[in-house]
């Protein structure tokens, strides 16, 4: 049964500027940031994709586009995960927003804007989450230096 | 910053009888802070795992004194850091640190607290001396309860043996 | 010479979602990020309307240790310590779904031994985490005796698992392909003794709160949230169970020995906070019920899988052939070599779905780690438990999310 809802993805789903593969058992489905939003919908309410698992930021600095912001997605009447990515450059790094679908995305987007960088349209707080105010740069960039710590008291002497 | 000295001097000339009595008064007020310490759990991370461990039984450190746990750094004596001290924590584990009156102890937990432990990166902050004093060093990932009760009687013996200036800044 | 106030010597690390000025009817008060009750480094600013919580702004990240970038600096193996101290209450669920993250990447098959006696410790990890949590949110309602009784049995748990791994708390006892070593003998005779003193000691905290009006009272419709919101906002484990929907990836997508094992998933009714308490004890009885199986269904044989691309040869050999000395150097130095390609490999966690995205590129080191973590993914539902009850069921509430720091901030 979930190998029907996977093939009957396979066939709907994938817009027709996108591609889709298995990884490792799951479905893969690479589309472009426009039609991002309105994938996710189709996800949502044809297939019942009704649990947002994650979203994160894969950074590939020496391709164009840079980053690769990727989706997952859980059905709980089906019992299957899907991924879902695309791809976004550097000079322009926004996606859409899921948190109109979904309450989950507001605190994971957040995440992923504090360590990549990446800008969700729509999404009403885009504040710091898992770092603090004043801290300048997105850590889990490729060119993020690790030991690069911007201490917000002045250590003792 | 580092810790204000009370510079010792006596207002007398230190007379043998002076000193003898000095020392007595800093004996029974060492021996009475010592088994009355009301710590602070500073608590953020795993070490908190055997912090609760370490208060309850079998580990029990009732048994030394230190047993309540005051969570107003106004009414607590001893600063116990309890796991990993971030950027993001730092500015707050100071504030905490100033509203507690002397005389007052830091205890680090861990070996996060103690020198930021195998987190060597842009949040943890390498060991929480870098912000506060500390007193004692509990090494260890989580140190067992047995490591913390040792360092808990260790810290008893130096609250034991060093001076309590409780009148005036030398007596 | 102005004088440094407070405000300039210490930053603010957080931004405020309201500010006091906005809200002249209420009062806004502070909760955390170093309190007693937010188990851990959370910070609260609810804004009251007397006693009533209108809105609550939940700051996370106090904790933030920045997993994801130290891990991308460590071999494969390297940096099992790490994965640990996501959730600390229970390291050894961690540590078993990196590793069959990394062997799924690898493509390699644990023996039968080894996926049974995962799953043994999987359970025993759970008991371990529920424990924990019940215990420090009854004892933050007032009830210190079942706090020290529910650690009095962790603490057993935690000598017993200190006699096969080496620690109490932090275990890092998965490798890739294996476990680190087998069971020494007599174990599973004094694990045995530990559920039976286990059971014991939970049916006199059945007795001492199931049907105390004091703590029914302040549990019972605390909190609420329908199965529906839930979903909506990302809630799994034991908070999603308590609204009514037997969600258990444990029964929905089985992993490790979890399909061959008879056990039922409790659920609540209403998703309050007395369902969640009660849900986390029949989970733990549920644990000792499957524990039982698995002693009886353990299977002999060898730990590690006979693979050399992941598993340490044996140190005898190490130490006469040349070519294990190489295999060990180059596994330890390098680290094992995964394959190009990327997973996601979710296993059911106390508190929800852990799931582990790991991208490599080929070589011994992750190219990308990300956990996707259920008390995260908690913190940014909690206002919808908190917002409309009273300040002081915020700690009840809190307690029954059952947020670990470490696996919230990563």
Same mark, same amino acid.
């Given at each position: %049964? ?49 649990? &947002? ?19 997952? &997605?859980?059905?709980?009447?089906? %019992? ?13 790094? %926004? ?12 605190? %994971? ?10 800008? &969700? ?13 004043? &801290? ?22 | ?5 009370? /510079?010792?001097? /006596? ?79 730092? /500015? ?46 509990? /090494? ?32 | ?11 603010? *690390? ?126 933050? +309602? ?36 294996? +476990? ?150 180059? +596994?330890?130095?390098?680290? *094992? ?12 966690? *106390? ?60």
């Amino acid at each position: %049964m979930t190998a029907a809802v996977v093939d009957l993805m396979q066939q709907q789903l994938v817009p027709p500027a996108g591609e889709a593969s298995l990884s490792h058992g799951m479905l893969v489905v690479v589309v472009p940031p426009a039609d991002l939003l309105g994938t996710v919908r189709r996800l949502k309410s044809e297939f019942g994709f009704d649990l &947002f698992l994650d979203v994160t930021a894969v950074d590939w600095p020496e391709r164009t586009p840079r980053f690769d912001v990727v989706y997952h &997605f859980y059905s709980t009447a089906h %019992m299957i995960r899907v991924r879902l990515k695309t791809r976004v450059p550097e000079a322009e790094p %926004m996606v859409d927003s899921l948190v109109p679908l979904y309450g989950s995305a507001n605190f %994971m987007e957040r995440e992923c804007h504090d360590m990549y960088g990446i800008v &969700f349209r729509g999404n009403p707080d885009l504040r710091p989450i898992l770092l603090y105010e004043g &801290f300048v740069g997105h850590p889990l960039r490729k060119d993020y230096p690790k030991l690069q710590e911007q201490p917000l008291v002045p250590y003792r002497t | 910053m580092s810790r204000p000295t009370i /510079p010792i001097r /006596p207002a007398h000339a230190p007379t043998p009888a002076f000193e003898y009595f000095s020392t007595k008064k800093d004996e029974f007020v060492g021996w009475a802070r010592k088994f009355s310490l009301f710590p602070y759990p500073f608590v953020t991370a795993c070490c908190a795992m055997e912090f609760m461990a370490v208060s309850s039984t079998p580990y029990d450190t009732d048994r030394f004194g230190a047993a309540l746990p005051r969570f107003s750094p106004r009414q607590s004596d001893l600063l116990m850091v309890v796991g990993t001290l971030t950027h993001k924590q730092a /500015p707050v584990l100071l504030r905490v640190y100033e509203q507690m009156c002397e005389p007052k102890w830091v205890m680090a937990f861990g070996a996060c607290a103690t020198s930021g432990g195998f987190y060597q990166n842009y949040a943890a902050v390498a060991g929480i001396d870098k912000i506060i004093p500390v007193d004692i060093y509990v /090494p260890g990932c989580p140190p067992r309860p047995e490591t913390v009760i040792d360092a808990i009687m260790k810290l008893q013996d130096r609250i034991a043996g060093s001076r309590h200036p409780i009148i005036t800044g030398s007596f | 010479m102005t004088m440094p106030t407070v405000e300039t010597r210490l930053p603010n *690390p957080v931004r405020p979602a309201f500010e006091r000025g906005e809200r002249d009817d209420a009062v806004i008060v502070n909760i955390g990020p170093s309190h007693p009750a937010t188990h851990g480094t959370i910070q609260v600013i609810a804004a009251l309307d007397g006693e009533k919580v209108q809105r609550v702004d939940v700051h996370c990240g106090y904790l933030h240790r920045g997993f994801e970038k130290e891990c991308e600096d460590h071999t494969w193996h390297n940096l099992i310590p790490y994965v640990d101290r996501l959730n600390y209450c229970s390291g050894l669920i961690n540590d078993f779904a990196y590793c069959e993250a990394v062997e799924t990447l690898m493509d390699v098959e644990i023996t039968p031994r080894c996926r049974y006696l995962r799953t043994l410790l999987s359970e025993y990890s759970r008991i371990a985490d529920h424990l924990t949590c019940v215990a420090a949110s009854l004892m933050e +309602l007032g009830a210190m005796t079942a706090f020290l009784y529910l650690v009095m049995i962790r603490d057993y748990i935690y000598e017993h698992l200190a006699d096969l791994t080496g620690a109490r708390v932090t275990y890092t006892y998965g490798r890739i392909g294996g +476990l680190a070593r087998d069971l020494p003998a007599g174990w599973l005779k004094r694990l045995g003794e530990i559920l039976d003193k286990y059971e014991v000691f939970v049916g006199r905290i059945h007795g001492l709160m199931d049907r105390n009006r004091i703590f029914i009272d302040r549990t019972r419709d605390i909190g609420v949230i329908s199965t529906a919101d839930a979903i909506n906002w990302g809630f799994t484990g034991p908070i999603l169970r308590s609204t009514g929907a037997p969600r258990d990836l444990r029964k929905d997508a089985p992993y490790l020995a979890y399909a061959e094992l008879d056990f039922d998933v409790p659920v609540g009714i209403k998703g309050d906070n007395y369902d969640r308490y009660y849900v986390r004890m029949r989970e733990m009885d549920e644990s000792v019920y499957m524990i039982r199986q698995l002693m009886d269904l353990l299977p002999e044989g060898p730990i590690n899988v006979d693979d050399r691309r992941c598993t340490l040869p044996e140190k005898r050999l190490v130490y006469t052939e040349i070519e294990s000395l190489i295999n060990h150097f180059k +596994l330890i130095m390098d680290g *094992p070599d995964v394959p190009a390609g990327e997973v996601y490999a979710a296993h059911e966690a *106390p508190n929800g779905e852990l799931g582990f995205y790991l991208v490599s590129t080929g070589g011994g080191t992750p190219y990308k780690f990300h956990v996707r973590s259920p008390s995260f993914v908690h913190m940014g539902g909690v206002q919808r438990l908190l917002e409309g009850y009273q300040l002081a069921d915020i700690i009840p509430t809190f307690g029954s999310v059952n947020m670990i720091g470490g696996e919230c901030d990563r």
